[in-house]
Antibody
Framework: EVLLVQSGAEVKKPGESLKISCKGS????????IGWVRQMPGKGLEWMGI????????RDSPSFEGQVTISVDKSITTAYLQWSSLKASDTAMYYC????????????WGQGTMVTVSS | DIQMTQSPSSLSASVGDRVTITCRAS??????LAWYQQKPGKVPKLLIY???TLQSGVPSRFSGSGSGTDFTLTISSLQPEDVATYYC?????????FGPGTKVDIK
């Protein structure tokens, strides 16, 4: 079974750093792009960017450029989303998802990581 | 960047009704379009990719059509379990933008 398992919920203060993770299993991890999607409370889905685990090539959204860092460690089949200085506006659910073999759509999703930033 | 719009933003229909949701891209995207369903409090689920190809396991009452700039998602006979928000997503080139969503509920 193809699975993406994300790290647990986080509560942080503004200005703190954070790295959340997404571990893939049940498939050849290096063969599929993995992406991150933000969903702010009560809002829609926002595509943040994708990374190709084989060579760490990244395609990201201008909306998130410079705000977050996407990375991967293929040796442990895990992708990451990282902030260096959190803001209250980063409060959201973050999903990782795998791009399927037949195109750019996300066919498998992680369970989500809720990030709350509050003083 | 290409912008995605959806209409309506919400709708209410009766069980058994035919429901149609429209997604429009600001530029042509060929058939690089996917549809997702997100039930309240749940993880999004892929319904359709390549504009009209049903993802494995998705009920056949869901169908997609369109190419270029205009696309539709149709539920042929609305069921109570279809209450959800539906999103389109383009993926011809990065960023793979989502539409704003259409909320569907039962009248």
């Amino acid at each position: 079974e193809v699975l993406l398992v994300q790290s647990g919920a986080e509560v942080k203060k503004p200005g703190e750093s954070l790295k959340i993770s997404c571990k893939g299993s049940g498939y050849s991890f290096t063969n599929n792009w993995i992406g991150w999607v933000r969903q702010m409370p009560g809002k829609g889905l926002e595509w943040m960017g994708i990374i190709y685990p084989s060579d760490s090539k990244i395609r990201d959204s201008p909306s998130f450029e410079g705000q977050v860092t996407i990375s991967v460690d293929k040796s442990i089949t895990t992708a990451y989303l990282q902030w260096s200085s959190l803001k209250a506006s980063d409060t959201a659910m973050y999903y990782c998802a795998r791009i399927g073999d037949l195109g750019g759509s996300f066919d498998v999703w992680g369970q989500g990581t809720m990030v709350t930033v509050s003083s | 960047d290409i912008q995605m719009t959806q209409s309506p933003s919400s709708l209410s229909a009766s069980v058994g009704d035919r429901v149609t949701i429209t997604c429009r891209a600001s530029q042509g995207i060929f058939n690089y379009l996917a549809w997702y369903q997100q039930k309240p409090g749940k993880v999004p689920k892929l319904l359709i990719y390549a504009a009209s190809t049903l993802q494995s396991g998705v009920p056949s009452r869901f169908s997609g059509s369109g190419s270029g700039t205009d696309f539709t998602l149709t539920i042929s006979s609305l069921q109570p379990e279809d209450v959800a928000t539906y999103y389109c997503q383009k993926y011809n080139s990065a960023p793979f933008t989502f539409g704003p969503g259409t909320k569907v509920d039962i009248k």
